[in-house]
């Protein structure tokens, strides 16, 4: 088999060379890529340090503009989407729910995985902000959906009952609050789930 991959190497070497050019050109576009990459996130990252120094002493302006700078300069990079989490938070502390569901709401179905349930509990808090009661149920359920850790798919899932329970829809309230009874009992959440589901099915739930 050998044999016969060297005698054709041999018998088309123009080929053979053009091939190998390419894939030469092709590793060193790759490395090039790689360090370009990295060194994007470095920067980034240290762009996010500054706004996240102006977010932590509560000057939100500063945090804002510096934020927003981030997001628009290295899109693809993870500070970007950590970036989009503290603009978000920034929005709602300035209680400016509507901007903060434009900065989530196209980003969070696509957020990197470590971003994603932060970001649907962040857009839910922002719909509730904004009195819309069934968005950020749906919001807080794609949160739940998304975490990781078992606490907070039942704190999303809370999150999502209170909702629906205020865009009067018992009946997905109720889904919530049971999915936290039978799948999250351990968790400090089942208690108040508890409570509520037997406020909204009149002590009747099982």
Known sequence: MIDRVVGWAKAHKKITWWTGGILLVGAGLFLWTLSTQRRTEEIA?????????????????LAASELAKVIANYAETNAAA???????????LEKQPQQAVTVLKDFAPGAPQAYRAQAYGLLGAAYEDMRQPRQAGEAYENGSAAARLDFLKAQMLSDAGRAWTSAADTTRA???????????AKEGMAAEAK???????KGTAS
């Open 45 to 61: 990252s240290r762009d996010l340090q500054g706004a996240r120094f102006a977010f932590e002493n509560q000057n939100l302006p």
């Open 82 to 92: 950590e970036a989009r989490i503290l603009l978000a938070n920034v929005r709602l």
């Open 174 to 184: 109720v889904a919530d609050y049971r999915r936290i009874v039978t799948e999250f």
């Open 195 to 201: 409570v509520r589901l037997s406020e909204l099915t």
